[in-house]
């Protein structure tokens, strides 16, 4: 069992990652009840708290079905990410995340996210100042670095424990390498192996199969995964890599209807909290993702993103079903999800 302050986690649990535009409650729903153990709010502005920010305050929308769950903040200032942390106390999360990590031009050009990386006596101050202002358990998550010429992450650790975080999580790349190129998860190994590090460390950064979550829990020894973009369009990666980490096996691969009943749930509960029109269209950027791999598939993807009612969409996704019914009653084989990270490790028939 892993801890964070009072919060009880399944023995390396699985960690959905905080994504801008994505992690929203209708996101979060499908990953939850596909795996997820602990996941968080999109990151939220401290700056956008203080002013009242309608779009900030939109963020702080957490559900009791979602818990344990974290609210992530980000900022450069003490006083604001103080009087942010008190406003997210006052909402009930489970713990307090602050973002030492986004690599986003505007956020680090305010001295925020991994800005804050080339500062860390200002990391420190920073994350003093939340931790003054909330009961709730404080997390961070950071990466590397800045650069390969600065990778501080072993004085961040050892820094922000001896203050009073409650976890750590490490994205596998310096700030300049933004997504690109490969995580290094040796550095990440080398934090957990460090005899003054008790809290929980979490690695997030490449994590896309069951194979890769083994390889790199038994050669690394973190405490958990925290998985982010492999996550898109495919919530039932948490559960495959619990299931391939209990048994050696792999679970099925979701089937059409497997998908489109995800994608409907997805869309009911963007129309639910969104409203008709956001709801259906920030869904849009959803539908390539959840079917990625389908062969024959870009005509039904350019009519799903040009429709405006759920009733229209609906009928698409009807047809998706149809269409595939025919390919599976024909036994035609061979149409693999070909490149997606899932399936790469895997010799398995499709649909």
């Known amino acids: 069992m892993i801890k964070i302050g009072s919060i009880e986690l399944p023995d390396f649990p699985m960690l959905l990652a905080p994504m801008e535009d994505v992690s929203d409650p ?11 153990d602990l996941m968080y709010t999109e990151f939220i502005s401290s700056e956008g708290l203080i002013r009242d920010a309608i779009k900030s305050r939109r963020k702080l929308d957490i559900y009791e079905e979602e818990r344990p769950i974290g609210i992530q903040i980000f900022g450069g200032d003490e006083e604001a990410m103080g009087m942010s942390a008190a406003i997210v106390d006052a909402v009930g999360p489970d713990l307090l995340d602050i973002n030492f990590g986004c690599p986003v031009k505007k956020v680090v050009t305010k001295g925020a996210g991994a800005g804050v ?48 975080i409650a976890a750590l999580s490490i994205h596998g ?12 998860w040796e550095l990440i190994g080398r934090i957990k192996d460090n005899p003054r590090i008790t809290i929980p460390v979490f690695g997030n950064g490449d994590i896309d199969s069951p194979e890769k979550a083994l390889e790199y829990k038994n050669r690394y020894g973190v405490d958990g995964i925290m998985i982010g973009r492999a996550a898109i369009g495919y ?8 299931h391939f980490l209990k048994t050696g096996e ?6 059409v209807e497997q998908r489109v009943a995800v994608i409907r749930q997805h869309l009911k509960y963007s129309l639910a909290w969104k ?77």
């Not at 919530?235 to 619990?242: D, Q, R, S």
């Not at 005509?299 to 009612?309: G, Y």
């Open 117 to 164: 990386l080339k500062d860390v006596d200002l990391m420190v101050r920073l994350t003093q100042s939340v931790i003054k202002n909330t009961h709730l358990p404080v997390t961070v998550k950071t990466r590397l670095g800045w650069d390969d010429q600065s990778k501080n992450i072993e004085e961040v650790a050892e820094r922000l424990q001896d203050i009073g």
């Open 235 to 242: 919530p039932w990666i948490f559960n495959e890599i619990k």
């Open 250 to 255: 792999h679970l099925p691969l979701p089937t």
């Open 275 to 351: 409203g008709p029109v956001v709801g259906i269209r920030e869904m849009r950027r959803h539908y390539t993702n959840y079917l990625k791999g389908f062969p024959n598939i870009k005509e039904f993807k350019s009519r799903l993103v040009r429709l405006d009612t759920y009733e229209e969409i609906d009928e698409v996704l009807d047809e998706v079903l149809a269409y595939y019914a025919g390919f599976v009653a024909q036994k035609i084989s061979g149409h693999s999800l070909k490149g997606h990270p899932i399936v790469k490790q895997q010799n398995k028939e499709y649909l």
């Open 26 to 36: 209708p996101f979060r729903s499908v990953c939850k009840v596909n795996g997820a």
């Open 173 to 184: 790349r310096t700030r300049c390498q933004m997504y690109k190129g490969e995580a290094n």
